[in-house]
């Protein structure tokens, strides 16, 4: 056998091993998605055929007789390009008599800053932060609490508190929406729908892609389960009774140590019998969505650092901080989260056995090498997987037309490509993120540079 036989044959067999190795994951996985995909489409069935529907939303936004008052969270570093653009649009487009943005800042930030201070309304709460930039999201979150504790002294206890980011767009009727359902629940999570960045349509278009399948069907069917709803981070609203139920000993309800401490609040208050609530981007037929607007990041870089976080956050470090617990539906829900890793490593050795069998395939028509055929179980694998991918780029297509119209449903197609791509970098990065952090313990925000839009979307 000649060099060019050996090369070729450990070429086959590497590539009949990777395809072994990926089909039976996504088996497995692409299983678990066509379960959910059923039970969302035996909700949607329900609902058409027999009228039913959670009881649960508000006909309109008119706040309940017992308003109290709101206070919006937004922590901030080197946010200075965009968070006063973003308090203005708060200002102005928040329709609710008693809130206040409390928007927290650090010493060494001078310019954000100074951006939160020109921006001179009695309805904007500065904080600074003790400790010097960057410590977490989580902390900052803290030290803005501490503040709230503080003004609540003079105020009275407020109603809810919400968290948004510096980049958000936030929606006029959202404060009443969350009026008129926190006290019968205990977190209310509104859709989150990015922009769509027409200078990056193939890297922050994948966000739109992911975010309008799970606010669109995800977050609904894990609602009908009773399994935890976790929060976004942004868009979302807890009462304030819940938050202090949390803070109870500590310095306030975010975990400091924690990259997600937005998703483990969901979990947590979930576990402590608190209920939560998701509001789908139509809660009735004709009724308004009411959603949270934001620019995603639009370069490969930055996806991969704010992807890379989220896999840090839930599937490694939050299987070391919340375990396993709960009813099925929560372990099976937990296990989707925590799978981002896994799924990234399916994909690599995906795309290596179907590189490999290009190549052989190529030896083939020239007459390098003759393969041998691939044996039934491995055909059968392939084909089944092969139908179940057809299936999930139907229902891709279906999430985002539903939410940004035909065109933009047509693109998510190939952007499922970026998005793999996107995810495999991001494992990397997260796995050496988690074992950095395990090796010295120290958590740090790990942020991206955000952009607000010129023209500001219709609501």
Same mark, same amino acid.
């Given at each position: 056998?000649?060099?060019?036989?050996?090369?070729?044959?450990?070429?086959?067999?590497?590539?009949?091993?990777?395809?072994?190795?990926?089909?039976?994951?996504?088996?497995?996985? @692409?299983?678990?998605?066509?379960?959910?995909?059923?039970?969302?489409?035996?909700?949607?069935? /329900?609902? /058409?055929?027999? =009228?039913?529907?959670?009881?649960?939303?508000?006909?309109?936004?008119?706040?309940? #007789?017992?308003?109290?008052?709101?206070?919006?969270?937004?922590?901030?570093?080197?946010?200075?390009?965009?968070?006063?653009?973003?308090?203005?649009?708060?200002?102005?487009?928040?329709?609710?008599?008693?809130? $206040?943005?409390?928007?927290?800042?650090?010493?060494?930030?001078?310019?954000?800053?100074?951006?939160?201070?020109? &921006?001179?309304?009695? $309805?904007?709460?500065?904080?600074?932060?003790?400790?010097?930039?960057?410590?977490?999201?989580?902390?900052c979150l803290n030290y803005v609490w501490q503040a709230l504790m503080a003004d609540e002294r003079i105020a009275g206890q407020a109603?809810?508190?919400?968290?948004?980011?510096?980049?958000?767009?936030?929606?006029? =009727?959202?404060?009443?929406?969350?009026?008129?359902?926190?006290?019968?629940?205990?977190?209310?999570?509104?859709?989150?729908?990015?922009?769509?960045?027409?200078?990056? $349509?193939?890297?922050?278009?994948?966000?739109?892609?992911?975010?309008?399948?799970?606010? @669109?069907?995800?977050?609904?069917?894990?609602?009908?389960?009773?399994?935890?709803?976790?929060?976004?981070?942004?868009?979302?609203?807890?009462?304030?009774? #819940?938050? @202090?139920?949390? #803070?109870?000993?500590?310095?306030?309800?975010?975990?400091?140590?924690?990259?997600?401490?937005?998703?483990?609040?969901?979990? /947590?208050?979930?576990?402590?019998?608190?209920?939560?609530?998701?509001?789908?981007?139509?809660?009735?037929?004709?009724?308004?969505?009411?959603?949270? $607007?934001?620019?995603?990041?639009?370069?490969?870089?930055?996806?991969?650092?704010?992807?890379?976080?989220?896999?840090?956050?839930?599937?490694?470090?939050?299987?070391?901080?919340?375990?396993?617990?709960?009813?099925?539906?929560?372990?099976?829900?937990?296990?989707?989260?925590?799978?981002?890793?896994?799924?990234?490593?399916?994909? &690599?050795?995906?795309?290596?056995?179907?590189?490999?069998?290009?190549?052989?395939?190529?030896?083939?028509?020239?007459?390098?090498?003759?393969?041998?055929?691939?044996?039934?179980?491995?055909?059968?694998?392939?084909?089944?997987?092969?139908?179940?991918?057809?299936?999930?780029?139907?229902?891709?297509?279906?999430? &985002?037309?539903?939410?940004?119209?035909?065109?933009?449903?047509?693109?998510?197609?190939?952007?499922?490509?970026?998005?793999?791509?996107?995810?495999?970098?991001?494992?990397?990065?997260?796995?050496?993120?988690?074992?950095?952090?395990?090796?010295?313990?120290?958590?740090?925000?790990?942020?991206?540079?955000?952009?607000?839009?010129?023209?500001?979307?219709?609501?």
């Open positions: 056998m000649d060099g060019w036989g050996a090369l070729f044959i450990g070429m086959e067999f590497a590539a009949r091993e990777a395809a072994a190795l990926a089909g039976a994951g996504f088996l497995l996985l @692409g299983a678990s998605n066509l379960l959910i995909d059923l039970i969302w489409i035996c909700g949607v069935f /329900r609902r /058409r055929m027999f =009228g039913t529907a959670a009881p649960v939303f508000p006909d309109t936004c008119a706040a309940p #007789a017992d308003t109290g008052w709101t206070a919006v969270f937004i922590p901030a570093w080197q946010e200075d390009g965009v968070i006063a653009e973003m308090l203005c649009t708060a200002l102005d487009r928040l329709a609710h008599p008693r809130y $206040r943005l409390y928007v927290g800042c650090y010493s060494n930030d001078p310019e954000t800053i100074a951006a939160v201070r020109s &921006v001179v309304d009695p $309805r904007i709460r500065l904080v600074i932060c003790a400790a010097a930039g960057p410590t977490t999201k989580a902390d109603k809810a508190v919400v968290l948004h980011d510096a980049e958000d767009i936030v929606h006029s =009727g959202e404060l009443h929406l969350f009026d008129a359902l926190i006290g019968r629940f205990d977190m209310v999570q509104l859709p989150v729908l990015p922009l769509i960045d027409e200078h990056s $349509r193939w890297v922050a278009g994948h966000y739109a892609d992911e975010f309008a399948e799970s606010h @669109g069907k995800e977050l609904i069917v894990r609602m009908a389960l009773g399994a935890a709803l976790p929060s976004a981070g942004v868009g979302c609203a807890f009462s304030r009774t #819940a938050l @202090g139920e949390i #803070a109870a000993g500590r310095p306030g309800p975010f975990d400091p140590d924690c990259l997600t401490e937005d998703y483990e609040l969901g979990l /947590r208050l979930h576990a402590m019998g608190r209920r939560g609530i998701f509001v789908p981007l139509r809660p009735r037929r004709g009724a308004p969505a009411i959603v949270t $607007r934001e620019y995603f990041p639009a370069t490969v870089d930055a996806a991969v650092r704010q992807k890379a976080r989220w896999m840090a956050g839930i599937a490694l470090a939050g299987w070391d901080r919340l375990g396993w617990s709960g009813s099925l539906a929560e372990r099976w829900m937990r296990l989707r989260d925590r799978q981002s890793v896994l799924a990234a490593i399916l994909l &690599v050795s995906g795309y290596l056995a179907l590189a490999l069998f290009v190549l052989l395939e190529g030896a083939r028509i020239v007459g390098l090498h003759r393969p041998a055929p691939l044996t039934p179980a491995i055909s059968l694998l392939l084909a089944v997987n092969f139908a179940m991918l057809g299936w999930r780029l139907a229902m891709r297509w279906l999430f &985002v037309t539903r939410a940004y119209g035909w065109r933009e449903g047509l693109r998510a197609i190939p952007r499922v490509v970026v998005s793999n791509i996107i995810a495999m970098m991001a494992a990397r990065r997260a796995l050496t993120s988690y074992l950095g952090i395990r090796r010295t313990g120290l958590v740090q925000w790990d942020k991206t540079r955000h952009a607000f839009p010129q023209v500001l979307p219709a609501e």
